[in-house]
């Protein structure tokens, strides 16, 4: 099969009468489509994160259908394509090591294939992430639709959502789980399909996508198996045809005071702190920065608005009932840039709900659910390039402490001494964890939130300040400061901490301090050995403990991943500034 043009192209080439245009008419024709649909305009294309090995988007092919009956009542013509996807609880080492993979898919189907723009159906934490990137770097109309919470399920005869599993994993280490209960958990945990049904990532990357113009208004928190999800996938079907006939390219809908009140949404919401990350990886494909000085003055003007879950008492349905994103934009007006686009192509000004109709678990600016700050960013010795806290998630009684390190190089680490009865370990300590960075985990494993020490579990102690370069997953909660910058395997300071060493985190003044003298660390540094090195890039020559296997994706991602404060996306797929 030859091809007389090699130029990339969108949705014209259905209407091409040279080969270019018959041969690919006539491919789609033996599929069964009619001359009339094949030249039918806008080519919208549906890129679609179903897959066995996710069940978070086991819904996504039916949501493909709906798409499907909205791009043809608007007169477009639908054409699904699956890429990768990736499940949190599936994919090893990390779902982050493989979220730019998935980016790339995504961006380079859109670029290569003859649409003019897209439905992006995507669910599980990494996978919308990854699909506004490609998007963003595509250049194409898209509009995202999310899979949807999974309906709750029960345990001891109430709700359950994922976040009540962390008290029953310590129940089972400290010996208060039977093998009965905890086998009769694994029949309770998931309620259905769609993602987790708590405010974690894959909600508060829903939300983002809202906020962002990225997704219809009100459809970030449809429940995943509903009559109203259907529907919404239908009007997201129409619209994507009407963004695309007007090109509005998400470089036009994302714009810098789109991603202020993205940062602000999942403030509002008491949002996962991966959506910090995800939100600089998407910046940086359209060649913005989010700036942490800047980051931090919007947290500290945003509360938190949303009595939801983890942070709040309520559940998402709660929040859905009472309006959802754009009631949450109408709390955030006087604060928002309300000229930025929704979804619906017009500005969040026009969409959001009017304030005096909005009540139930979303509080006012003046009468917040909690304070301002609920989101900290760090700097200090210890993280030059920095850090975060969740603090509306912290014990307020740590945001302000100095305590000596206990250093764990590591997951396997970690998970041989944590409960050592010998652990030389009291609640005042501060747990720290190295070698879980984007180069050293690899891809940034959710271990952040490092378990409390069993014996101090027995005493009585639920919370500590616990310091790493990993992430934490959106459903977790705690004193925990994650995506320390640059990471141990990269060199940062983190590789020089020693047991016993004083760290100081102040979140007031926004600090994390490594309270050694420099002199000292130099020492150390020269000195090296295995207690000041996490496993190292690889150059192809030599193996590491992270990348034993320095060849494709392992040594592209090596080579080119970017620390947490870059967003973690590879360097080249940035824009170039
Ligand atoms: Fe898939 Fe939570 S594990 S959304």
Redesign the pocket.
């Known amino acids: 099969m030859s091809q007389e043009s090699t130029h990339r192209i969108g949705g014209e080439l259905m209407s091409e009468e040279g080969p270019d245009g018959l041969i690919t008419r006539a491919f789609l024709r033996g599929t069964g489509l009619s001359a009339l649909t094949v030249r039918q305009r806008p080519v919208i294309g549906i890129a679609n994160t179903w897959s066995e090995l996710?069940?978070?988007?086991a819904g996504l092919r039916e949501l493909a259908r709906h798409v499907k009956r909205g791009i043809t009542a608007a007169g477009g013509l639908a054409l699904e394509f699956p890429t990768i996807s990736l499940?949190?609880?599936f994919t090893r080492p990390s779902s982050m090591y493989l979220r730019n993979l998935l980016a790339m898919d995504t961006e380079e189907m859109i670029t290569a294939s003859p649409i003019d723009g897209v439905v992006l159906l995507g669910?599980?934490?990494k996978t919308l992430p990854a699909q506004l990137m490609g998007a963003a770097s595509a250049g194409k109309p898209a509009l995202a639709l999310a899979?949807g919470?999974?309906p709750l399920s029960t345990w001891e005869g109430r709700p359950m959502a994922?976040e009540n599993l962390w008290p029953l994993i310590d129940q089972r280490r400290t010996g208060h789980l039977s093998d009965s209960d905890w086998s009769r958990l694994e029949g309770c945990l998931s309620g259905g399909v769609?993602?987790?049904n708590v405010m974690?990532?894959?909600?508060t990357m829903a939300v983002v996508a809202e906020v962002l113009g990225m997704a219809l208004p009100g459809t970030a928190l449809l429940p995943a198996d509903s009559a109203q999800r259907a529907a919404a996938a239908e009007h997201t079907g129409r619209a994507i045809v009407a963004r695309a006939r007007a090109h509005i390219t998400p470089a036009a809908v994302m714009t810098p005071g789109a991603f202020d009140n993205a940062f602000r949404a999942v403030c509002a919401v008491g949002g996962s702190t991966n959506a910090v990350i995800h939100l600089q990886a998407i910046a940086g494909r359209l060649g913005l920065c989010l700036d942490p000085a800047r980051l931090q003055k919007l947290s500290d003007s945003t509360p938190l608005l949303a009595d939801v879950k983890p942070s709040g008492r309520r559940f998402l349905h709660d929040f859905e009932a009472d309006g959802g994103v754009p009631a949450l934009m109408g709390r955030l007006r006087e604060i928002a840039d309300m000229t930025a686009m929704s979804g619906d192509d017009r500005s969040w000004d026009e969409t959001a709900t009017d304030p005096a109709a909005i009540a139930g678990c979303l509080s006012t600016l003046t009468h917040p659910v909690g304070q301002a700050r609920s989101l900290v960013m760090l700097r200090g010795s210890l993280a030059p390039d920095g850090a975060l806290l969740k603090q509306s998630a912290a014990d307020p009684g740590l945001c302000r402490h100095v305590g000596r390190a206990v250093v764990f190089d590591g997951v396997d680490d970690l998970r041989a001494r944590i409960d050592h009865p010998d652990l030389e370990v009291d609640a005042t300590s501060v747990l720290v964890l190295r070698g879980t960075g984007p180069i050293g985990g690899p891809g940034m494993p959710e271990v952040g939130h490092l378990p409390i020490p069993r014996k101090l579990l027995e005493q009585g102690v639920t919370d500590m300040v616990r310091i790493s370069d990993a992430r934490m997953?959106?459903?977790a909660t705690g004193t925990v400061v994650l995506h320390v910058a640059p990471e141990a395997a990269a060199g940062g300071p983190l590789a020089l901490v020693r047991d016993g060493d004083f760290i100081e985190l102040d979140t007031a003044r926004n600090t994390l301090d490594l309270l050694v003298d420099s002199a000292e660390l130099e020492r150390r540094s020269l000195e090296g050995g295995p207690n000041q090195q996490g496993p190292q890039p690889n150059d192809g020559t030599e193996p590491s403990s992270a990348f034993p296997r320095a060849r494709g994706y392992a040594r592209l991602f090596a080579e080119h991943v970017t620390q947490a404060d870059r967003g973690c996306d590879f360097d080249f797929l940035q824009a170039v500034r």
């Open positions: 996710n069940p978070c988007n499940a949190e609880a669910g599980c934490d899979a919470p999974r994922v769609g993602t987790c974690g990532t894959a909600v997953s959106g459903t």
